[in-house]
């Protein structure tokens, strides 16, 4: 018999255990410091001697906090929304069919990857300005809409659906728009919901053209909210605490209502076994 | 219930020619077996047949109409697929009832359907289940099952046995020699298997390098080959091929014997050689010996005794014999 804890499997663990603790501290910190006054900041100590609601009573009543957080939920699900729907098709269609340029097409999509979002902002802010959408809902999103890091993504999940699942439904008459909702988009679960996680963290978190395309603070998403606690002499440490804390719970609630979807059992089911 | 008919079909990918100018015609409620090795093209001309695949030039015939520019659902024709294809995140019922469904057919209707097909099929007790939770066997009834819920005129199966273990592929082959009988409808079907293609149907086509060899009943294919790559490839085991003049003379291993153990033969010729292996099937044996260059495997009745490298004669009669041009290597 094996033992139990081998050498292999200590130095594994530890390592993992390091990680974790590097990973959690800031955010322990963060809720830490939520529940402190502002001259207890630089006290480390993890549980404050006299805790305090005070910050999330000011961030809720004295702030435009809850504005901004209904400004980010709209955002990120709309955003996320149309790359699932868009990305699932183009990836979907550049796997599954064949026509003239598909490879051409998909490179000029894979390239826009290695374009950075700073280079993308003035352009992006050029266009909205000229459709005369800055400082809209509309501003907000139309970068996000499609990404092509969700069509590579979805290109490659489609290619482990075997056509033949395709033919069949073809066969049974459904048509090819009918045969990617019901048949295709099932199989690739996983993925979407892979894409969907990722997507709605980024926007939930994007910050610099959220920055540069309100003005208003009742358009401000929660990271741009939170920067405006930060002032040219002092910032204050526990609001944006408090903000960031309250910001990072939908992010966790969605992670653990999701992962379990991250698990790419179900599509060999229906073919040989 | 419909015939089909095959018109100087060709099919080519770019350079590459896959189909070269095919003709065939199927008779209505006929079982038609399409075989051939891996390449030949089989699967692809049931793939046009289904309108999964464009045609390069031809045409194709399902009852009275042209159908080339048909798409799959109006074809009346319906498929069977050799990994199953069934939809994983859906019930038996669901896979079943999909095609009524997309078709808006009424659920009572749709109902009556599904389960007089599951009735026939024998997996009633199965409908609420997922395709994960099924063997190999009934995964392939319930792809049967959402071919003939659609009443097609024209059943298409490709390679449908292929991944099923010898056993069930047998008791599935007469299941679905049973279906035919009782359905009455057209059947094309595609496999590399000639044991299916002997068992199952009416006429078998041999196809090889996108070209229709013979197109017989079994036993037309298998006494009168046409040529000597469809003479190799019915039958097993393969048939014995020795060039003789200027021609190549096919024996089955059936039709040869061993010297003592032989009936009156008419025309009788023998061979000898060295014994180079021997495989012990049970109710028979096939020996191989080595003549000269050739060599000759016989099926024998019983237990054969003999050692390897032992000298031995067989005997068979020319009448038994094929022969096929040294050339053309068509028969003669």
Same mark, same amino acid.
């Given at each position: 018999m094996k033992p139990i804890w081998s050498a292999k499997k200590a130095l594994i663990w530890t390592l993992l255990a390091i990680g974790a603790i590097i990973m959690m501290t800031p955010i322990i910190f963060m809720f830490s410091a939520s529940f402190k006054y502002n001259d207890q900041l630089y006290d480390l100590a993890l549980i404050s001697s006299e805790p305090t609601l005070s910050n999330y009573v000011y961030l809720s009543q004295n702030t435009q906090f809850l504005t901004w957080m209904v400004n980010s939920f709209i955002v990120a699900i709309i955003v996320t929304l149309s790359v699932l729907f868009f990305d699932a098709l183009i990836g979907y269609t550049l796997c599954k069919f064949r026509f003239k340029g598909r490879t051409v097409i998909f490179v000029a999509i894979l390239s826009t990857l290695m374009i950075p979002t700073e280079m993308l902002v003035i352009p992006w802010y050029i266009v909205a300005k000229d459709l005369g959408i800055l400082d809209s809902y509309l501003g907000l999103i139309f970068p996000g809409l499609m990404s092509g890091f969700g069509v590579f993504l979805m290109k490659q999940f489609f290619q482990g659906v075997p056509d033949e699942y395709l033919d069949a439904a073809r066969i049974d008459g459904l048509n090819e728009f009918q045969i990617f909702i019901e048949v295709a988009l099932p199989l690739v679960t996983p993925a979407l919901s892979a894409l969907a996680i990722f997507t709605f963290l980024g926007n939930w978190t994007a910050f610099l053209w959220p920055l540069i395309v309100t003005s208003s603070a009742d358009l401000y998403t929660i990271p741009v909210g939170l920067s405006s606690f930060s002032g040219e002499f002092q910032s204050e440490w526990q609001m944006i605490m408090t903000g960031a804390a309250v910001a990072s719970l939908p992010t966790i609630m969605i992670f653990l209502l999701l992962q379990r979807y991250i698990i790419r059992g179900v599509i060999l089911g229906g073919l040989k076994g | 219930m419909a015939k089909v008919s095959l018109k100087n079909i060709k099919k080519s990918y770019d350079d590459t020619q896959i189909l070269d100018d095919l003709n065939l015609d199927i008779k209505n409620k006929e079982f038609i077996v399409l075989v051939g090795p891996s390449g030949c093209g089989k699967s692809t001309l049931l793939r046009m047949i289904a309108g999964l695949e464009d045609i390069t030039a031809g045409d194709i015939i399902i009852g009275d109409k042209i159908v080339n520019h048909l798409e799959p659902k109006d074809r009346n024709i319906a498929m069977v697929f050799q990994n199953y294809a069934l939809y994983p995140h859906m019930s038996v019922f669901k896979n079943i009832s999909f095609g009524l469904r997309a078709a808006k057919l009424a659920k009572a209707q749709i109902k009556e359907k599904v389960e007089a097909a599951a009735k026939i099929l024998e997996i009633s007790d199965l409908l609420e289940r997922k395709p994960a939770q099924l063997s190999g066997g009934q995964r392939q009834r319930v792809s049967i099952g959402r071919a003939m819920v659609r009443n097609p005129e024209v059943f298409l199966f490709d390679e449908p046995l292929s991944n099923l273990d010898a056993k069930l592929r047998n008791s599935m082959r007469a299941e679905i020699k049973k279906l035919h009988q009782t359905l009455k409808t057209t059947i094309i079907y595609v496999t590399h298997d000639q044991i299916e293609a002997m068992t199952l149907a009416d006429r078998i086509v041999v196809m090889k390098d996108g070209k229709i060899q013979q197109v017989g009943t079994p036993l037309q294919v298998y %006494? %009168?080959?046409?040529?000597k790559f469809v003479a190799g490839f019915i039958g097993s085991p393969e048939m014995n091929f020795v060039e003789y003049a200027d021609k190549f003379l096919g024996i089955r291993p059936e039709d040869i014997y061993l010297k003592e153990a032989a009936p009156t033969l008419k025309n009788q010729k023998s061979i000898s050689g060295k014994i180079s292996a021997v495989e012990t099937l049970g109710p028979e044996s096939l020996i191989t010996i080595t003549s000269g260059n050739s060599h000759i495997t016989a099926k024998v009745p019983g237990l054969f005794k003999g050692k390897i490298g032992k000298n031995i004669d067989f005997v068979f009669s020319m009448t038994d014999s094929h022969s096929f041009d040294k050339k053309t290597e068509e028969r003669m």
């Open positions: - | %006494k %009168k080959p046409a040529n």
